[in-house]
């Protein structure tokens, strides 16, 4: 089975095409997801309860998702197929639910679920003929729910619902999140409480199955009645209407049905409610923000041992009896990290009696402040697979009869948990940042300025600290928290909102700025040890050395350096770094 670093070349795509992980082809012998060929240790968490949640994904599906937003080829090729994976099932971990996102996915319903969704839609089909009043089944919607709707139009009440709310704006999102959005939407929708036939999901998993997924314009949400802007987009195809992705191309809606062999679906009650009441949007962007998150988790530990070996710096800090007396959980997995990846290094035996009392907090204080932040990941990863797997419609239906409104469409949790999130991604960037001025700095690093190998003549990592700093103060702006803003919307019926998709979006770009950043250190470590005495530093961070290496050549020059910082990117993010890594020191503990 393929690694991680042999598919970066083959799942990166144009940006003036399709924005997302690439075709799948069939493997023979794929076997089940969550057994044992499929599991690695890259996104497995710090204890045993939260590692029986989520099993992770192979290498080659995170290159395949990790890789969806970087320019390296010019056109889009193939990956290998993830299984069929059930909907309105058991709990989906993080495994299943990125595996989603790739193309060449396919999803399928149990018959024990079929029954659950059939019973549901009986229980609307059966107050309709009673003739009570029923919001979103037979009455109109936020401040009009009061308005009756006489039966005979019904199925047009749905169909006007998507109609009028698919007024997204922006940028359509990538393939990927549009692709997991719309299998959460399934997903949520056979768990069985909404009410709506089988037909409605035959109709939804034929597109899927077909990787034909409706295009989503990024912005229009508030995420409170759920994401009903971007969700009425992603619903349309289903009733001929809207653009879905086809590979590269973007068709119409009614293209794509009868590409997929169907026709146009005529929407009965509660059917148009029932696909865009949710918080599918905010929580596929959050996963896929999450999955990279944990990958930049342990690329900072990475980075932050490279640079402790570059600056010769101590060890000592690290010693697992200092972070036994503060039980952070996050703070202990980074100080083991960091003693795992400098195990054996003779860089350190090499000035342990030096003068030098004490290292900069950037890296003394590494534990701390990336546990924190690995901590703060944590919650956001409890409360994205909580809501994955939850059902957030209005009302919900229930099989004695009843049919109950609420708020399980308001997207709060997700919206805090991407404001924690992104404030907890940031702090990695803003102390990685700090990490690289050690290194530049020849007041204070020990080294030639700017790691240059001819100072004056040659600028050497000069700008790169600089981007490096731009992208920190950016992050500091994207951390603003989203979720303390609400503006009321429907006349005030709506008055308190969470701005979810918002909090998401800027999580998403906070992830890729500081991957950028991890990026930066890693190529000013790495130089500082190539500038350094030729001592073997740590097995870890050797192994982290030959893996930036490989991809990017020692400077002997000043030479054009933006190609060097996306490779170190793409380095992190198509997980070959950390794969490489934990092949010669186990797995790195988050």
Same mark, same amino acid.
């Given at each position: ?368 402040? &990336?546990? +924190? =932040?690995? %901590?703060? !990941?944590?919650?956001?990863? *409890? ?7 939850? #059902? @957030? ?86 951390? &603003?928290? +989203? =979720?303390? %803003?609400? !503006?009321?919307?429907?006349? *005030? ?7 979810? #998709? @918002? ?88």
């Amino acid at each position: 089975m393929p690694r991680a670093h042999q598919l970066a070349n083959i799942v990166g795509h144009r940006d003036d095409v399709a924005d997302g992980p690439t075709a799948g082809v069939l493997r023979k012998g794929v076997p089940p997801l969550g057994s044992k060929p499929w599991r690695c240790e890259h996104l497995r968490l710090g204890n045993d309860a939260d590692r029986r949640q989520s099993s992770s994904v192979l290498p080659w599906l995170w290159a395949a998702l990790c890789c969806a937003r970087l320019s390296q080829s010019a056109a889009l090729a193939t990956v290998v197929l993830v299984p069929t994976i059930k909907l309105g099932e058991r709990p989906l971990d993080l495994a299943a639910l990125v595996a989603l996102s790739v193309r060449g996915s396919r999803v399928a319903l149990s018959t024990n679920t079929k029954q659950r969704v059939y019973r549901s839609r009986q229980v609307v089909e059966s107050a309709v003929a009673t003739g009570a009043t029923l919001y979103g089944i037979n009455t109109g919607f936020g401040k009009l729910a009061g308005v009756r709707i006489p039966d005979a139009q019904l199925a047009l009440l749905q169909r006007n619902l998507l109609l009028s709310h698919a007024t997204g704006v922006g940028d359509a999102l990538p393939q990927a999140t549009s692709r997991l959005a719309f299998a959460l939407r399934i997903h949520n929708l056979a768990l069985g409480y909404s009410g709506v036939r089988m037909q409605l999901l035959e109709q939804a998993m034929a597109l899927f199955n077909h990787d034909l997924v409706p295009v989503i314009p990024s912005q229009g949400s508030v995420g409170a009645s759920g994401d009903l802007a971007p969700l009425s987009h992603m619903a349309l195809p289903l009733i001929g209407f809207g653009n879905v992705h086809d590979g590269t191309r973007v068709i119409s809606g009614k293209a794509a049905l009868v590409k997929a062999g169907r026709k146009p679906l005529a929407l009965r009650e509660k059917e148009g409610l029932a696909l865009i009441n949710g918080t599918q949007i905010m929580t596929a962007i959050g996963l896929l923000t999450l999955h990279r998150a944990l990958l930049c988790c342990k690329a900072a530990d990475i980075a932050c041992a490279l640079t402790v070996e570059a600056l010769r710096g101590s060890e000592k800090p690290f010693q697992a009896r200092i972070h036994e007396l503060r039980k952070h959980q996050g703070q202990s997995c980074t100080a083991q990290n960091l003693r795992s990846l400098l195990h054996g290094s003779k860089v350190m035996k090499s000035h342990a009696h030096c003068a030098k009392v004490q290292d900069a907090y950037s890296l003394r204080c590494a534990p701390q402040v &990336h546990g +924190a =932040s690995k %901590d703060g !990941i944590r919650y956001a990863h *409890n409360v994205l697979l909580t809501e994955a797997n939850s #059902v @957030t419609d209005n009302p919900l239906v229930f099989t004695n009869g009843d049919v109950v409104s609420g708020g399980n469409f308001h997207g709060q949790p997700v919206s805090q948990a991407m404001d924690f999130l992104k404030i907890a991604v940031s702090t990695l960037a803003n102390i990685s940042e700090r990490r690289i001025e050690q290194m530049v700095n020849p007041d204070i690093s020990g080294l030639p300025p700017f790691l240059a190998k001819h100072p004056g003549l040659e600028s050497g990592f000069m700008i790169p600290q600089v981007v490096a700093a731009s992208l920190a103060s950016e992050n500091k702006s994207l951390a &603003h928290p +989203a =979720s303390v %803003d609400t !503006i009321p919307t429907s006349a *005030n019926r709506e008055d308190h909102v969470s701005m979810g #998709v @918002t909090a998401a979006r800027h999580a998403d770009m906070v992830v890729y700025n500081t991957a950028k950043v991890l990026g930066i250190e890693l190529l000013c470590a790495a130089q500082g040890i190539d500038l350094g005495e030729s001592l073997a530093p740590g097995k870890g961070v050797a192994v982290a050395h030959k893996a930036v290496r490989a991809r990017v050549k020692g400077l002997e020059g000043d030479r054009y350096l933006a190609p060097d910082l996306k490779a170190a990117e793409l380095l992190i993010l198509d997980g070959s770094l950390v794969i490489a890594v934990e092949a010669a020191v186990g797995e790195l503990a988050i």
